[in-house]
């Protein structure tokens, strides 16, 4: 495959960040594409900022460069406005409205973005913005992310198709987690999202 | 993990392609090599490489799967977390002299101390193969400093191989294999972050299940004495530039993009090369330069290099990260070969020796290098993103909810705070080191890893020398201290050090995900060792081992630890949470959640503009929090209010915390007389409460009102003034006394005009003529009350209303009045008024007046009879006895001794003054004598007829009480109740827009703090009425509790104010400046939103800590159940 294609995902350690990687990587794996991961997660345990970037194409690395993200899976709200360096105006973002409090906004020394405003942003220059509000109430939060990589598999240039995330949820998901992965994530194909 | 575990030790006949880590390829590599033990010590970014090594080792000794897979378990593979990286590379030499396969991972400092056995192990001999994996951190992700391990190949003269990806880890592991075992010297393989934990491409192949018997072999080369190390070293170059080095270097020299013209070339080793490749495709340079990666840079491939670069290129671009390694190398053979190729490196473009290469950098290099222009190809980025990027909140990483170490550090901000001395705190490696980040703020220091009881005791010594002997702090995880804290610890007994070491024991390595050390093993291989008897051990006779999470048993050891001299231990020991063993305090379906209505709520107004001079510091709160859990008397606020609605909560913790300028501050937000008050006061606040269990509030505030400095400072309230918005009414107050005083305090800071008139030449009315001069500070008194004038309050003296101005005049002048007048006629006894000339009798407030004004009514050493049981009666009798020592004052009154209206206190000062009191007693008979004297004849009031006492005097003062004289001078009969009192309490007064305060307001307690608290409530009516203002006095509970019940005067005070004394109280009661959980805890479970704490459930460990922290008793459990229905 020669297109080249650079995925980012960004968020908080313990939002399963990596565990999106590893879909992605099986998605890859089955598709017959290249494949390469960096992840930068300095203590992702104790709450810090975790990205992943995936390359998918030959000598097409996991690492990252100023509007060289083709798409953005943004866990958290202020995490994926951290990333708009990397955006460019042909990019996908796919983003909920999840909020976790850094130390400094709830000291009150800092103020959280306000998401109405990144939002218009990114929907005045992006490609696609997609924009989850409100999460169905039947998913917890620690499975928003599955639901957000719905979100991103029916976009129509997203390299890696829904079926195929489906197979690779299949084979990395071990045990009774297995059906309820996949029931979220179709859940994030299905439902309708304005933004 | 099951099945990544399996896979990992499966051999393949065909090339398996997987997508794994740098650091599972190099597993995967050195299973294949047929490695036999692993040796380490975690760290960043090397850990996954021993985490796998420790799955596989349970995987092949869990009896079940040996059934289940013997080919998986055939070969087993040795593992160990050593204690520490030099242990961990001795057993691994050893491991390899025993005829073994070994390898040794560590991360990049971890080679400094493994280093020591490597530098000479060189000069002798190993048996099997020893592959070192080495893991840098350039950039500093997870490490102290970005130390290039590259060199330790020249320092020890080992092989080095410097991979770029996944799949370059995995070859390059396996020739070290290979090499190693030919030329019997250990081989280092050099990762980088980038490398170890980028995820890519790899193939994997046939295990070699190849068995070595364990051998020693009695090697002359086994014992390094002197005399052979000499010849040794020449053999250990030989060894290092033998052909199975040489043989490796055209393997790992990979020429890309081959052109055949291109004059450029690109040398490079690591990761650059991956960033090359792809910058270098992206914008098709495949035609303009070559691209030379080097794998194997030590021993350099100098000969290799030569033939490719001669008469091929003319520019050549060296890009490594960190030192220029590979560029020195490239320089020196390029000079000593004579060729005449420009070469770029560090200092050319961006290039730096210092962090990480990202693929910015290397496409800014390279366009600059390669004379082009990429910006026409690049995607076009977002328009003003920047402005968005701007002022975003950090991210830090936090220690976790529900964290041992965050209740440790807890613990240690109540038992040793770092604000009363200059304590310092030496920290160490690990997770706990994020106890240096706010909110929490104890570590002084940190460096390497063991260093912090070393620098304990060192800055010890230091201050010893001095003559400044103060204790000095360590801390330590549990991990680090078998690491290396033990040996300095042992430095520390023996060398007599006066430190405190605390060990925070989480029962893992944490940081790097959770290993097992000596203290805390989890696997039947280990033996634990328990900490504390290795500490008893060494002699160390305080050693403490507490639960972090109970605070009030934990408190006295920390302390006790830190009073001792010399070496105190204390081993704080809860697990992760992470770990099975961590169990959370909660029963099932248990929440915890936060009461509203207490957080950062002030439960003293709900006017949130009044003013608060309570600080927001977070020191504060702190005090308030150590209270809560450690006094020995929790009193709430609601106990001991003030009918001046005083926040004797905020001031009694401001005096906790050693601020009592604020606790003045406190006071005056409420009114003027702090001094005066803390002089006069009979405080109910302090009556009302629980009988045996309160707060010598009035004490207090003598206490601190007596500092000078603070007291003569009024700048605030001035200031308060200064920033009100000019209401532009104007409000007169009629009467100069302590309601009237109190309400122009409240109204001018509100911003209204104020004028206040009264009969007397000065101000203050009662306090200024009838209490005593000895029972208070008049200067004081006079200070505080002349305030108003700084204030802008105008003063018109020597003014009676009715006489020298009529009611109607200011009625027509002023938008509003007050009219505080207090009662100026004093009751008299019929009796006394027919019987006695008036030069041998007088009223207290008479008596008084002229006592204060140094005259006296009467001769020295006369018989005095005080009638009356009330405080002026008693002021009168002490007056009198003050004026000559001779008088001899009896009082008579009606009431028991208990029943006297009184002061218990100022009955006390009396009697011991020598008054006589005749209690149950009237005068039934009054008569003057020939001789001028008075003959009294008392009977009992109980029993009217019944004859008690007979005494003759020279003077009679009657204090029977007060009535007033008609101060608005109105006909209507019904204003007044019998006492001449304005009927009016809850302001029904017929005239619009007057209102009435203290005294002269009938129902109103007669006291200082009632006429104070009457003056504020008429504050209050008189801004609902110019201004529709929303609230109630807030004071009101109070004020009414004070007027309408009989307040216990049995109650005596003998508190000394003495800190601990103090310390064993507690006031507690909710506090809108509190953000004491944030300022001080910081648990990321606890959020703030729109200015109330709430627990995320989702992050919530259930440790319930925070029950405890919150000094507003905000914090509980509840059940899920309870919570739905809220």
Sequence with gaps: ?195 | MLKRTKNIITSREEPYKTCVMGNEGIVRAAVESGVNGVFSYPGTPSTEISEIFNHIYNFQHNSENEKLYPQLSFNKIYFEYSINEKIAMEKAIAFSIGNKSAMCVMKNVGMNVASDPLMSVTYQTIGGPLVIIVCDDPGCHSSSNEQDSRFWGPMASVPVFNPSTPQESYTMVKQAFGLSDLIKLPVIVRTTTRVSHTRGLVNYGRINNRVNDAIFERLPEHINIPARTATAHSKLINKLNSNASKELFKQNIRLLNKGKSNRNCIITSGVSTTYTIEITENYDLQHLVDIIEIGMIYPFPEKEIIELLENNYDKILVLEELEPFVENHIRNICQRNNLNIEIFGKGYSSLVTTGEFSLEIIREVIEKFTESNFKKQDNIPLDNFENYLNQLPPRPPALCAGCPHRATFYLLKLAIPREQNELIMCGDIGCFGLGALPPLKMIDTINHMGMSISMAQGLYESFHSSEKDRKVVALLGDGTFFHSGLSSLVNAVYTRANILVIIFDNRTIGMTGHQDHPGASHLPKYKEIEIPPVLKGLGIEVVETINPFSIRDSFYKVEKAMAHKGVSVIVSKAPCIFLPEYVTQSKHKTIIKVDHSKCNTCANHLDEELACSRCYAPKNNLSRAKSKLMAENNISGEAQLCPANICNHGFFNSILEGSYKEAVEIVRDKMLFARTCGDVCHRPCELFSDKNNFIPIKLLKKTVSAIDNNFYDFSAPIQRVKNAERKNKKVAVIGAGPAGLSAAYDLVQQGYEITVFDKEDKPGGMITFAIPSFRMDKNGFEFEAMQLKEMGVEFVFNTTIGKDISFDKIKNNFDSIIVATGLQKSKQLDLIEKNIKPENKSDAITFLKSFNQNKSLFKNNSNVLIIGGGNSAIDAARAAKKLSQQNHVTVSCIESEEKMPAFKDEIIHAKNEGIDFINGSFVNKISEMQNGKIAVELNDFENKSKKMYSLECDYVITAIGQVGDNALNMDNKNVYDENGRINNFENKLEIDKVFVAGDVCAGNNMSLIGAIASGKKAAIQVRKFLENYKYDYEGDFALKRLNDTQIPHYRTNNFDIDKKELEKYDLFQSCQKCNHCIDNFGCPAMVKVNGKVQIDMSRCTLCGLCIDVCPNNAISWATVEEETIN
């Design chain 1, 1 to 195: 495959m020669s297109v080249k294609t650079k995925i980012l995902i960004a968020g908080v350690g313990g939002q399963g960040i990596v565990y999106l990687t590893n879909i992605l990587v099986e998605a890859a794996m089955i598709s017959d594409i290249s494949v390469s991961v960096s992840e930068i997660h300095g203590l992702s345990q104790r709450g810090g900022v975790v990205t992943a970037g995936i390359g998918l194409g030959e000598n097409c690395s996991g690492f990252m460069k100023n509007a060289g993200v083709d798409f953005l899976i943004g866990l958290e709200p202020l995490e994926t406005q951290r990333c708009l360096n990397y955006l460019h105006k042909n990019s996908c973002v796919v983003f909920g409205n999840y909020k976790m409090l850094p130390y400094s906004v709830n000291a009150g020394t800092s103020v959280y973005p306000d998401i109405v405003k990144l939002m218009e942003f990114l929907k005045s220059q992006c490609r696609k913005v997609v924009f989850v509000e409100n999460f169905p109430e039947s998913i917890d939060a620690v499975n928003y992310n599955l639901y957000l990589l719905g979100k991103m598999a029916v976009l129509p240039d997203f390299p890696l198709s829904a079926n195929i995330i489906e197979r690779a949820i299949e084979n990395i998901v071990e045990g009774k987690n297995k059906e309820k992965s996949l029931r979220i994530f179709k859940m994030g194909l299905l439902e309708e999202t304005t933004i």
